[in-house]
């Protein structure tokens, strides 16, 4: 337990071996097994300290490694406060919790990169792998972190992580312009959350997650008002809005896709993304305290699933449903915290860890499985070629649209019922957000295995053969122009199927922690987590249930996605030309959807271009005035040099001259009185005797 | 009509200004030269007349000096001449210039 | 009484001759002059009782140096006139009324203050001159309180007498 340092350090220290020594040195199989590695010995690690976890009474561990920031004095609300940063580790339910997801996710992802990034060259491969690794040491620093500026440094280097990885095939242009533009909008949060972290420590004189807690639970509730506590919550869902992709700062998490597949898998689904809703989760005394803050937030985490949902509807990249599927289920996510269901909003967190990075790994397969080719529309009947890759999706997306027993089916209704009980028209929307979920999975999932094969040919050497189900044949063939062979599809290799069944069995058992009461559960994993948000040992009072209430939901939820489903078939699989017409029926719509409501345009218009033009306001004005100041300055300096020239010149240089000329002219002069006649000279001397002479006889005369 | 030292004084500064004449107007060095002899003698003069009447034979001791740097200076005088005039074929002091600016 | 005829006649002969030496074209002519001249001044030392520095003079200055004169005069051998090439720029008349205005002023000074002043200091200790044996004297002097002087006088006196026959030599 005293290791729990180790957690992150361990991947840390992987990517450090592979990033240091590996890029120059090391093979792929060493690379691998040591990301691996790392990331198994932190599973391990996490899995041990959750059990003993489980085993303590206060169900919270703190361990300190080290001093960072010394004790300085600064101001606070109360006086001087001493600002104190040490290097501490908290274990307690949310975070062991979220440390399993990362490290048990992380560890299978890892797993099917081996085999996923096999074509990548050594160097790509070892790099991949240090970020990859990176990516979970900062993830699980944030995770683990007792305060905020711990966790600060891991949502940072998880921003960073993800920039290098959206980027990593840097050489394409969209990828690394999808890169910055994720850095770049996660900024903005940032600067929110770190704004909110300064204003913490002004209002608590502490950052440490714990004793903020407690100290916040001893204020009043700032109902109907917008307070000091408020103003943090606000600040630091700022900062979550833009890690974890809500509105408005969602735009970057579709683009993230550029990235490869287990990246998406990893950081943009499962983990990183949702560090937002961890940290609304983490702070949850604070925003019960500011109950017109979880308001926005619930709002925001409704409006963003609702809508990105309806843009779900109509992608046709199979990466980016997935993309704005998670956002959509993101928004679930703050719409549980907003409501006050934290616990809700965290079982959803882990049931989503599943099952989305099940989908996208399986997504991943199918990718490779067709070369690269992301469009739906250019699959089809895959079922046929990758049975397991099919099973497991099929599985995710039963988890994702809320069919039971899978997991996301107790989540969702849980999220849902609560919604209920806190606001009717929010529960609408977030039921109609369920439903559109059903019918963009159902149809992402008809139109990748169903239907006809619609992709490109391959040359298997026995013509005519494209649709046979054995169609991975053997048969020496390489017409392809993406440098190995492409047989057609073909069933993933082992090492990438068996992460997706053990996801798969994930995604069906997660749920299991949190059966509710109404169906006979004990709700496990609420009670468990119920620790964490709260302060100190308070314990929140026994909610009243209404069975019936739920019963209803569930089965309306239930019904909803059915539905979806069932039309989705009728859409995709029956008919398929009733898509198109319908397309064509509601072509302002369509339209409006395919193009993600013309958002990216819009920030395009107003952020990108107001900054452009700033910028090119800034640079004219640097141009004209700066550079004009500069470039005057220089000419008046150029002037008054000339002038100083002009007068050293002919002033200075003139009254040398004129020195010189004077003696000169004067020596030409006198020179004449040399004569050069020894004679004159004798004269002169005469000349002093008799000025002698008579100036005696002068002295004397008048002397007397 | 006693003769007193200043008659001689007034004879010596007479032959010394002949002198003085002879070396500032004529253009023979020679004469020159021996204008120059006038000027000694006008000392000479004056000193023997001081001695006598001083009854201090300190000047006529003085003069016999005086006869000597007269003879030096005759004979490296009319050396000096004798080589200038082996180069420039002249005694004229006018043209005895070579040596100004 | 004789006295003074001795020195008018010796003064008028002196300043005579004086003129004589520096106005004759002649150099010739103007080294018998000065011959002259030096012969009246020995006769005039004679008149002060200086007979031996009358002797000197006509030994040294009439018998050696002014033959010295006569000898280069023959030896410069002139293809022109001496005094053919006068410089516009030479102040010869300015030297001229220099020279008598300053033997004006030395002249009015002397008979101006002659018999005003006493002298300041009484005649030396050196003796009364004795009629016509102050050769003597001189000789002890000579020897004894002015020997360096003299010494120094004998060295000038070689000094010059090898920069004479240097200076004369002629370059081979």
């Known amino acids: 337990m005293e290791l729990i340092w180790l957690i992150p350090v361990l991947p840390g220290i992987g990517a450090a071996l592979n990033g240091i020594f590996g890029v120059r040195y090391f093979g792929k199989q060493t690379a691998a097994t040591i990301a691996c590695g790392a990331m198994g010995g932190a599973l391990l690690l996490s899995l041990y300290a959750f059990v003993q976890l489980l085993g303590l009474e206060h169900r919270e561990h703190l361990v300190e490694l080290a001093q960072w920031i010394p004790p300085i004095a600064l101001e606070t609300a109360s006086g001087i406060g001493a600002f104190e940063v040490p290097w501490a580790f908290r274990l307690d339910p949310l975070s062991g919790m979220m440390s399993l997801v990362v490290t048990g996710i992380g560890f299978l992802i890892h797993v099917y990169s081996v085999a996923y990034m096999d074509h990548e060259p050594r160097g790509g491969y070892v790099r991949f792998f240090c970020y990859l690794n990176l990516f979970c040491f900062f993830m699980l620093t944030l995770v683990l972190g007792s305060t905020f500026l711990v966790m600060f440094v891991g949502w940072e280097g998880v921003g960073l992580s993800s920039y290098l990885l959206i980027g990593f095939w840097y050489h394409k242009k969209s990828a690394a312009d999808a890169g910055k533009k994720a850095f770049v909008v996660n900024r903005i949060g940032d600067f929110g959350f770190i704004l909110g972290i300064f204003l913490v420590f002004f209002t608590f004189g502490t950052l440490d997650f714990r004793a903020v807690a407690e100290a916040a639970a001893l204020m009043p509730v700032e109902e109907g008002a917008f307070g000091v506590i408020s103003l943090i919550c606000l600040l630091l869902f700022v900062g979550a809005v833009g890690k974890s992709a809500q509105i408005p700062l969602y735009v970057w998490l579709p683009d993230a896709m550029e990235g490869p597949t287990p990246v998406s898998a990893l950081i943009h689904a499962a983990t990183m993304v949702t560090a937002g809703v961890y940290m609304v989760a983490r702070n949850a005394v604070l925003f019960t305290h500011a109950p017109e803050v979880m308001f926005i937030v619930a709002v925001i985490g409704v409006l963003t699933a609702l809508m990105a949902a309806t843009i779900g509807l109509v992608q046709t990249d199979i990466k980016r449903v997935l993309a704005y599927s998670t956002v959509s289920q993101l928004g679930y996510m703050f719409l549980a915290t907003g409501v006050g269901a934290f616990a809700a909003g965290a079982f959803h967190l882990m049931t989503h860890a599943f099952f989305k990075a099940l989908l996208f790994l399986g997504s991943g397969s199918v990718i490779h499985a067709m070369n690269e080719e992301q469009d739906m529309r250019r699959m089809g009947a895959m079922r046929l070629y990758m049975p397991v890759t099919f099973m497991t999706m099929g599985i995710g997306t039963l988890a994702i649209a809320g069919i039971p027993p899978f997991s996301g089916f107790f989540s969702k209704d849980e999220i849902l019922y609560r919604t209920f009980l806190e606001s009717r028209w929010l529960w609408a929307l977030a039921a109609v957000t369920a439903g559109m979920t059903a019918f963009y999975m159902a149809r992402l999932m008809f139109m990748t295995f169903w239907g006809e094969y619609r992709g490109p040919a391959w040359d298997a050497g026995h013509g005519g053969a494209q649709h046979e189900a054995h169609g991975d044949g053997d048969a020496a063939g390489d017409g392809d122009a993406h440098g190995h062979a492409w047989h057609g599809p073909h069933e993933s290799p082992k090492i990438m199927t068996l992460p997706l069944q053990i996801l798969a069995i994930g995604a069906i058992v997660a749920g299991f922690v949190g059966v509710p009461s109404a169906l006979g559960g004990a709700n496990w994993i609420h009670g468990f987590l119920e620790p964490s948000f709260v302060a100190g040992a308070a314990h929140a009072a026994e909610e009243e249930h209404h069975y019936a209430i739920e019963w209803g939901l569930m089965a309306l939820s239930v019904l909803v996605a059915a539905g979806a489903i069932a039309f989705a078939w009728r859409l995709y699989v029956q008919r398929p030309e009733e898509s198109e017409r319908l397309a064509s029926d509601f072509a302002g719509a369509h339209r409006v959807l395919t193009n993600k409501y013309y958002v990216d345009e819009l920030y395009d218009a107003t952020a990108v271009k107001g900054t452009m033009g700033s910028a090119r306001g800034l640079w004219t004005v640097d141009r004209n005035v700066v550079d004009g100041a500069v470039n005057g300055t220089g000419w008046t300096t150029r002037a008054s040099a000339w002038v100083s020239h002009v007068v050293d010149k002919y002033v200075v240089d003139g009254l040398v001259n004129l020195v010189g000329r004077i003696c000169a002219e004067g020596s030409y002069r006198f020179r004449h009185a040399q004569t050069g006649l020894i004679q004159n000279y004798a004269v002169a001397a005469l000349f002093g005797v008799f000025a002698f002479v008579t100036l005696y006889i002068a002295a004397r005369y008048f002397g007397q | ?101 | 009484m004789a006295e003074a005829i001795a020195f008018y006649t010796l003064a008028v002969l002196i300043l005579g001759l004086g003129v004589a030496v520096i106005t004759t074209p002649k150099t010739v002519h103007s080294v018998v002059f000065l011959v002259l001249n030096f012969l009246c001044v020995a006769v005039l030392y004679v008149v002060l009782r200086a007979e031996f520095l009358a002797v000197i003079q006509v030994l040294v200055y009439a018998g050696g140096i002014v033959v010295l004169y006569l000898f280069v005069v023959m030896l410069v051998n002139l293809k022109r006139a001496p005094e053919a090439h006068e410089d516009p720029r030479r102040l010869a008349r300015l030297g001229l009324a220099l020279s008598g205005a300053v033997l004006l002023e030395l002249a009015g000074i002397v008979v101006y203050s002659y018999g005003r002043v006493t002298p300041a200091s009484a005649p030396a200790a050196a003796g009364p001159l004795t009629g016509a044996g102050n050769t003597e004297e001189l000789g002890w002097l000579l020897y004894t309180d002015y020997l360096i002087p003299f010494e120094v006088a004998s060295v000038l006196l070689l000094v010059a007498m090898v920069g004479a026959i240097v200076l004369a030599r002629r370059e081979s």
């Not at chain 2, 002879?22 to 030269?33: D, E, Q």
């Not at chain 2, 009854?55 to 016999?64: D, K, M, S, T, Y």
């Open chain 2, 1 to 101: 009509m006693e003769i007193t030292p200043a008659h001689y004084t007034v004879l010596s500064a007479a032959l010394f200004s002949i002198g003085v004449i002879g070396v500032l107007v004529r253009r023979n060095v020679i004469i020159i030269f021996m204008a120059i002899e006038l000027m000694l003698n006008a000392v000479n003069i004056n000193l023997v007349a001081h001695a006598r009447y001083l009854e201090n034979l300190a000047g006529q001791v003085f003069v016999v000096f005086v006869i000597a740097v007269a003879a030096a200076e005759a004979a490296v005088g009319l050396g000096i001449l004798l080589a200038f005039f082996r180069n420039k074929e002249t005694v004229n002091i006018d043209e005895m210039n070579i040596m100004r600016w």
